[in-house]
């Protein structure tokens, strides 16, 4: 771990991006020992990165017994595609009302980019370049903030599509990023939101494979844990 920077923000991004990815899988205990050892700091930023990583939901604290990272909620993660879409799709609205040129060149190189993945790339290489894709439509409609905001909330998302990184079809997602891409091209607002919500459905369309599959990763209750 670097030490020109501050070790506790290090920390936390790199055990946040494990549990994210699922390098560390839901219901796994973790010991704040074993991290300050594993990575040679001592035990207070590791303390400090557990009260942060409870706060996001990815682990919970439970007396006497250990920290644990949350299985994942899938009520939460429903309820997080329902925000998301509802804010996704005013983003591709306003991107087909305003979108020039430069815009539509931009969006044409992220395609591309996307089709020129190789296949046997890993899936979070995919999940990279879509993840630019959605940030890219934020900035074109003068939101990219929103793209920020948006983070926290795709948190127990993006776990499920870490899981099933393998499964998904990329063609598909790439066929429905560019059905977005030649709606705002053809300034058909209508068009590019009901192509957003299809694509953003994708989810709960895979949700109840992805569970049957790991269901030891996952809970039916409300809030992660």
């Known amino acids: 771990m670097e030490q020109s920077a501050a070790v506790g ?4 991004r790199l055990l946040r991006d494990q549990i994210i990815h699922g390098d560390i899988v839901p ?11 594993a990575y040679a700091v001592s035990r207070q930023p590791v303390r400090e990165t557990f009260i942060k990583l409870a706060e996001e939901g990815l682990v919970e604290v439970r007396p006497q017994r250990g920290t644990f990272i949350t299985l994942i909620s899938v009520p939460a993660v429903l309820t997080a595609r329902f925000i998301r879409e509802a804010i996704e799709a005013d983003i591709v609205r306003r991107a087909a009302e305003v979108a020039d040129a430069a815009a539509l060149k931009a969006l044409d190189m992220c395609l591309a980019e996307q089709r020129g993945l190789d296949p046997a790339a890993p899936g979070e290489e995919f999940m990279r370049v879509d993840e630019e894709f959605h940030r890219l439509l ?6 990219a903030p929103v793209a ?8 127990h998302i993006n776990r499920v599509r870490h899981i099933s990184a393998r499964q998904f079809s990329r063609q598909r997602l790439i066929g429905q990023h560019a059905e977005v891409v030649e ?4 300034r058909d607002p209508d068009r590019a939101v009901e192509a957003m919500r299809i694509h953003l459905q994708e989810i ?7 569970v ?5 990763f996952f809970t039916r ?5």
């Open 138 to 143: 934020a900035e074109l409609a003068g939101h």
């Open 183 to 186: 709606a705002i091209r053809r």
């Open 204 to 210: 709960v369309i895979d949700l109840p494979g992805i």
């Open 27 to 37: 219901g796994a205990r973790i010991s704040e020992t074993e991290i300050a050892t």
């Open 221 to 225: 209750s409300g809030a992660p844990g």
């Open 9 to 12: 923000p290090q920390l936390h």
């Open 212 to 216: 049957e599959a790991q269901p030891d």
């Open 148 to 155: 920020d905001h948006l983070e926290d909330l795709k948190i």
